[in-house]
């Protein structure tokens, strides 16, 4: 099958294909399909408030996926991005609030470093046991979320929340750390966005780290020992590669980039740490590191589309009598044919290509 075919159709044919079932959901619920699609792409892309929304969530997306994609290509499942990301929370909230940044561009470096160094702490153990005992990725990552959940609800309920509020959440940074939105980076060259819309200038950080992880993977040899660990461990091992070393790398990596991703949804949302800030990102990264086949720069597109399924299924929710739930039903359509059921779509291709190959 060519290239395109595999980059391209695949993909398409497979949404194309959970759109159809989520069509058939709406109208077995008595709503329109069509007008619900219209409300979705007018309320999340027809207008830079819906676009501010759309690509906030984005960064959220491209960011766990990015995380996911580098451990994938060591051929490591990291499932617990979503506890990365709540314990790099964690590290924003503590750095913004008891550092008396003078600005706002200082204080979101510390805020992405000690992030990153959170998120990282909460993957090595995982990566050690499964480096040095040999407990299973998955299994592990999981037991992590849980604990990354229950350790935040004790934290945010006890130890941050301001003595004179009942709300589990932290004090609110002080105003000089709000990130720049894209209203104010694009009124610098003169394009009207609405101010409404959280989008800011962790997109442009969430889009730069997809080009360095593709020069990490692509253009180093810490990249290519990752890669040809994960194509065949055996051969790494023969080549001299570290298995140990491989693991606890790109873990290591995972997990500092998912840990990341909170500076856009504490710093760069409601400018506190509340409770599920993540907001299921970690697990959705999942799906847009298996749409965009692992590689750093393919995740954009998934993560956009995601992040277009997000605002939508709001408006969706605000405006008809489609709950929002009926959202995650399609997410998990779109999940579930672009990754488990991806073969469905691809053997048929596989076979029609084959046919037009001996006919030519």
Request: glycine share 10%; charged share 10%; proline share 5%.
């Amino acid at each position: 099958m060519p290239k395109w075919a595999d980059v391209l159709l695949v993909p398409l044919l497979s949404l194309a294909i959970a759109f159809a079932i989520s069509a058939l959901v709406i109208l077995a619920i008595g709503e329109d399909p069509v007008r619900a699609m219209n409300l979705m792409i007018s309320g999340s892309l027809g207008s830079t408030y819906g676009w501010g929304y759309t690509l906030y969530y984005t960064t959220n997306f491209l960011l766990t996926g990015l995380a996911v994609s580098i451990a994938f290509q060591a051929k490591l499942f990291n499932i617990g991005g979503e506890g990365q990301a709540l314990i790099g929370g964690l590290g924003v909230a503590l750095v913004c609030l008891f550092v008396p940044w003078p600005n706002w561009w200082l204080g979101m470096i510390a805020a992405i470093l000690a992030s990153a160094l959170f998120g990282a702490a909460w993957a090595l153990i995982p990566a050690w046991l499964q480096a040095k005992r040999g407990s299973h990725i998955v299994i592990t990552t999981i037991m992590f979320n849980f604990i990354a959940a229950s350790v935040m609800n004790y934290l945010l309920s006890h130890v941050l929340r301001p003595p004179t509020s009942m709300d589990p959440a932290t004090a609110r940074f002080d105003n000089v750390l709000r990130l720049p939105r894209l209203h104010d980076v694009l009124g610098l060259v003169g394009i009207d966005f609405s101010r409404s819309g959280p989008a800011n200038v962790m997109l442009f950080v969430a889009l730069a780290f997809c080009v360095l992880g593709y020069v990490l993977l692509w253009r180093t040899r810490l990249g290519f020992e990752i890669r040809a660990f994960g194509q065949s461990e055996p051969a790494a091992h023969y080549a001299g590669i570290s298995a140990v070393k491989i693991v606890l790398v790109a873990m290591l990596i995972s997990g500092a980039l998912s840990g990341t991703m909170a500076v856009n949804s504490v710093m760069g949302g409601p400018q506190r740490l509340v409770m599920n800030a993540v907001e299921g990102a970690g697990f959705i990264g999942i799906a847009v590191a298996l749409m965009g086949r692992s590689h750093p720069i393919g995740i954009i597109a998934p993560a956009l589309l995601f992040g277009f399924l997000y605002q939508g299924g709001s408006e969706l929710a605000i405006e008809t009598a489609i709950p929002r739930e009926m959202i995650v039903i399609i997410q998990a359509l779109v999940i579930m044919f672009t990754g488990a059921l991806d073969d469905m779509v691809r053997r048929p291709l596989e076979t029609l290509f084959l046919m037009f190959r001996r006919r030519t």
